[in-house]
């Protein structure tokens, strides 16, 4: 029983800003909030641990609105808010339905979030190291360590955003044995005798200091171990909200839960280590795509689990990141993406990579300073990495740019290893023009060689030289499958340089590769004004030679006996930039001259066909956007 009065309490304003409906801090996680909620919640227990497994209960149970403490105060706040933001249609809708829920006595869900084998709320009043003054008093910040993931900094706000009031009660134990509580109301400007209020508030003692009595907590938010409940009060979850969180849980937290790190409870839903497999395959399937909107993570987990014994994992010591793995397990209906987790477990972004094959990855830092420093370069989201968010005095940190560029040469050159194992050992492939269908052929023609253009009748069997044969015959290996590099439509800009506009160009058949429509001056054999060709089609290959060295195989198809120029960019991931050459040659070992990404005195065959092994001045393998222009 209470000792005390207990109150709603909010700051005045003293003159300053005020508070509006939109709180950037609520309003980022509004949408899916119970999705939302249990990612930002659950990163944080596993920070709060103070054993493993931590673990975590979701239940929810309805209250009638008069049950909650001091009500008629709280309806004079409602009452208060909506009046001073009457001209406000969208605070006035939010502020009716509130006041029209304590008013008429309704039924109240309360989500209840409890963790257990975690330290509580720790540190006094004042303590901006303690998790009590980074969750109820600090916005903005957090108490985190080195290497952990949330700690009660902006995330927090998804506990409000998923509030039918936008408040919450929080009740822990700490030292074992301290009990402290508080409510806590992210709310709107308002009036308090004709004096502006803040709009953050607290329920709790006087001055807004929080209930250390367990005498004076309220029977409905009494804990009794160590550990923390968050009450959120009128929980706006979807009707199906079991699901949407225990679908959050298996996204995000699969890998602190096989490692033991997390138990969840979800209503009757317990999701340990024991059963996440049947679980993942009652929530998804291995043919769903994973997108933004709608996340898969059983491919990454079965990466996860199966990538050892398929030869497909890799480990090294990073630069200012220590020890790190790479799970790979190709499948053709995978994502090609990465997962990135730190140490706590949590998935923090997928990106996709350029590979020869489809598959799913799983990036791991295991190194205690590889984590603080990832944790630096962590967004207030936790959904990225970046090293532009590791700044020092304004600038980007150098061992930030160190532990990037590592990181993404560790991925590509991982995955380029994976591959090789299905290249080609010859630039030179016995009829694969066979098998170089180009999309946008509704009819395909055929090649100078007379096979159709298709994808199908080929074996993967790899095929050797006779034994005895003296000539260096070449090795016939199946062709990579991949999907062609088509790039959209460009245009060459008419105020570049030596650009002038023109009525007619050559025109391709067919969708895809690149157009334009201007005549530009090339330094190709002294300045000749030449062509773009619109509509040209290509496909490349990225092979070994046979020193081992990468070589490409680029097959281009415009029209029919032109003489032309061809203009190369390389990308990886996000970006294309200029090549150099240093090799062009044909099927009948012809060079063609070279000039930094351009190859010139080209000439389409009679079946509009060009076909080139190209050497660049790198090891690499890439994504090629190629432009032709008529001499």
Same mark, same amino acid.
């Given at each position: 029983?209470?000792?005390?009065?207990?109150?709603?309490?909010?700051?005045?304003?003293?003159?300053?800003?005020?508070?509006?409906?939109?709180? /950037?801090?609520?309003?980022?996680?509004?949408?899916?909030?119970?999705?939302?909620? /249990?990612?930002?919640?659950?990163?944080?227990?596993?920070?709060?641990?103070?054993?493993?497994?931590?673990?975590?209960?979701?239940?929810?149970?309805?209250?009638?609105?008069?049950?909650?403490?001091? &009500?008629?105060?709280?309806?004079?706040?409602?009452?208060?808010?909506?009046?001073?933001?009457?001209?406000?249609?969208?605070?006035?809708?939010?502020?009716?339905?509130?006041?029209? &829920?304590?008013?008429?006595?309704?039924?109240?869900?309360?989500?209840?979030?409890?963790?257990?084998?975690?330290?509580?709320?720790?540190?006094?009043?004042?303590?901006?190291?303690?998790?009590?003054?980074?969750?109820?008093?600090?916005?903005?910040?957090?108490?985190?360590?080195?290497?952990?993931?949330?700690?009660?900094?902006?995330? +927090?706000?998804?506990?409000?955003?998923?509030?039918?009031?936008?408040?919450?009660?929080?009740?822990?134990?700490?030292?074992?044995?301290?009990?402290?509580? =508080?409510?806590?109301?992210?709310?709107?400007?308002?009036?308090?005798?004709?004096?502006?209020? =803040?709009?953050?508030?607290?329920?709790?003692?006087?001055?807004?200091?929080?209930?250390?009595?367990?005498?004076?907590?309220?029977?409905?938010?009494?804990?009794?171990?160590?550990?923390?409940?968050?009450?959120?009060?009128?929980?706006?979850?979807?009707?199906?909200? #079991?699901?949407?969180?225990?679908?959050?849980?298996?996204?995000?937290?699969?890998?602190?839960?096989?490692?033991?790190?997390?138990?969840?409870?979800?209503?009757?839903?317990?999701?340990?280590?024991?059963?996440?497999?049947?679980?993942?395959?009652?929530?998804?399937?291995?043919?769903?795509?994973?997108?933004?909107?709608?996340?898969?993570?059983?491919?990454?987990?079965?990466?996860?689990?199966?990538?050892?014994?398929?030869?497909?994992?890799?480990?090294?010591?990073?630069?200012?990141?220590?020890?790190? #793995?790479?799970?790979?397990?190709?499948?053709?209906?995978?994502?090609?993406?990465?997962?990135?987790?730190?140490?706590?477990?949590?998935?923090?972004?997928?990106?996709?990579? =350029?590979?020869?094959?489809?598959?799913?990855?799983?990036?791991?830092?295991?190194?205690?300073?590889?984590?603080?420093?990832?944790?630096?370069?962590?967004?207030?989201?936790?959904?990225?990495?970046?090293?532009?968010?590791?700044?020092?005095?304004?600038?980007?940190?150098?061992?930030?740019?160190?532990?990037?560029?590592?990181? +993404?040469?560790?991925?590509?050159?991982?995955?380029?290893?994976?591959?090789?194992?299905?290249?080609?050992?010859?630039?030179?492939?016995?009829?694969?023009?066979?098998?170089?269908?180009?999309?946008?052929?509704?009819?395909?023609?055929?090649?100078?060689?007379?096979?159709?253009?298709?994808?199908?009748?080929?074996?993967?069997?790899?095929?050797?030289?006779?034994?005895?044969?003296?000539?260096?015959?070449?090795?016939?290996?199946?062709?990579?499958?991949?999907?062609?590099?088509?790039?959209?439509?460009?245009?060459?800009?008419?105020?570049?340089?030596?650009?002038?506009?023109?009525?007619?160009?050559?025109?391709?058949?067919?969708?895809?590769?690149?157009?334009?429509?201007?005549?530009?001056?090339?330094?190709?054999?002294?300045?000749? +004004?030449?062509?773009?060709?619109?509509?040209?089609?290509?496909?490349?290959?990225? &092979?070994?030679?046979?020193?081992?060295?990468?070589?490409? &195989?680029?097959?281009?198809?415009?029209?029919?006996?032109?003489?032309? *120029?061809?203009?190369?960019?390389?990308?990886?991931?996000?970006?294309?930039?200029?090549?150099?050459?240093?090799?062009?040659?044909?099927?009948?070992?012809?060079?063609?001259?070279?000039?930094?990404?351009?190859?010139?005195?080209?000439?389409?065959?009679?079946?509009?066909?060009?076909?080139?092994?190209?050497?660049?001045?790198?090891?690499?393998?890439? *994504?090629?956007?190629?432009?032709?222009? #008529?001499?």
């Amino acid at each position: 029983m209470s000792t005390k009065k207990l109150l709603y309490e909010f700051a005045p304003t003293g003159g300053g800003d005020e508070t509006g409906f939109n709180d /950037a801090v609520t309003t980022m996680f509004e949408g899916n909030t119970a999705y939302f909620l /249990a990612r930002e919640s659950l990163q944080n227990i596993i920070d709060a641990a103070d054993k493993y497994p931590a673990k975590a209960v979701f239940e929810m149970f309805p209250i009638k609105a008069n049950q909650l403490p001091e &009500v008629e105060r709280l309806k004079e706040i409602f009452k208060a808010c909506k009046e001073y933001k009457s001209h406000e249609k969208e605070t006035v809708r939010f502020f009716s339905k509130a006041l029209e &829920v304590v008013t008429e006595n309704k039924n109240i869900n309360i989500l209840r979030i409890g963790d257990f084998n975690t330290r509580g709320l720790t540190g006094d009043d004042r303590d901006q190291k303690g998790n009590y003054y980074s969750l109820m008093k600090a916005v903005g910040s957090s108490s985190k360590s080195e290497g952990q993931g949330g700690s009660f900094g902006l995330g +927090k706000g998804s506990y409000f955003a998923a509030s039918l009031f936008r408040m919450m009660f929080v009740s822990s134990i700490y030292d074992k044995n301290k009990p402290i509580f =508080q409510g806590k109301l992210r709310l709107i400007s308002h009036l308090k005798d004709g004096e502006p209020m =803040q709009g953050n508030g607290s329920f709790g003692l006087a001055k807004q200091k929080p209930v250390r009595d367990l005498n004076n907590i309220p029977d409905l938010f009494s804990r009794k171990e160590q550990g923390t409940d968050f009450f959120i009060v009128g929980f706006e979850g979807a009707e199906n909200w #079991q699901d949407h969180i225990s679908k959050s849980v298996l996204n995000y937290f699969w890998n602190a839960i096989l490692k033991g790190l997390l138990e969840i409870k979800v209503n009757d839903l317990n999701i340990t280590k024991t059963n996440i497999g049947e679980l993942m395959l009652k929530y998804f399937s291995e043919e769903q795509r994973d997108t933004n909107d709608n996340p898969n993570p059983l491919p990454y987990f079965n990466a996860y689990n199966k990538s050892k014994k398929s030869g497909h994992f890799f480990e090294e010591d990073l630069p200012f990141l220590g020890k790190c #793995q790479l799970y790979i397990l190709p499948s053709d209906i995978y994502p090609s993406r990465v997962s990135y987790i730190r140490s706590s477990g949590m998935v923090i972004q997928k990106k996709p990579h =350029q590979c020869m094959k489809s598959y799913a990855g799983v990036f791991i830092c295991d190194n205690k300073k590889g984590n603080a420093l990832l944790r630096e370069m962590e967004n207030p989201s936790h959904d990225k990495w970046s090293k532009d968010f590791a700044k020092q005095d304004g600038k980007v940190r150098e061992d930030a740019k160190s532990a990037e560029s590592a990181l +993404k040469d560790f991925v590509h050159g991982s995955l380029r290893k994976l591959s090789e194992t299905d290249e080609a050992k010859s630039l030179y492939i016995p009829g694969l023009e066979k098998y170089l269908y180009l999309p946008g052929d509704q009819n395909p023609e055929r090649l100078s060689s007379g096979s159709i253009l298709e994808t199908s009748g080929y074996s993967d069997e790899e095929t050797g030289s006779e034994v005895g044969d003296e000539k260096d015959e070449p090795i016939e290996a199946k062709v990579p499958n991949i999907l062609p590099v088509i790039k959209k439509q460009t245009t060459i800009d008419p105020e570049d340089t030596g650009v002038e506009p023109i009525d007619t160009v050559v025109s391709g058949t067919g969708s895809g590769g690149t157009s334009g429509k201007f005549i530009k001056k090339l330094p190709v054999g002294g300045n000749k +004004k030449i062509k773009a060709i619109e509509n040209i089609k290509y496909r490349t290959f990225a &092979v070994k030679n046979k020193e081992g060295k990468e070589e490409h &195989v680029i097959i281009v198809r415009g029209p029919k006996e032109i003489s032309c *120029a061809l203009d190369f960019q390389a990308g990886t991931d996000d970006s294309f930039d200029t090549l150099k050459i240093i090799k062009a040659t044909d099927e009948k070992g012809v060079s063609y001259p070279v000039n930094e990404g351009r190859i010139t005195n080209l000439n389409f065959n009679s079946d509009g066909i060009i076909k080139l092994n190209v050497k660049f001045d790198t090891e690499e393998r890439y *994504a090629l956007k190629i432009s032709a222009y #008529q001499l």
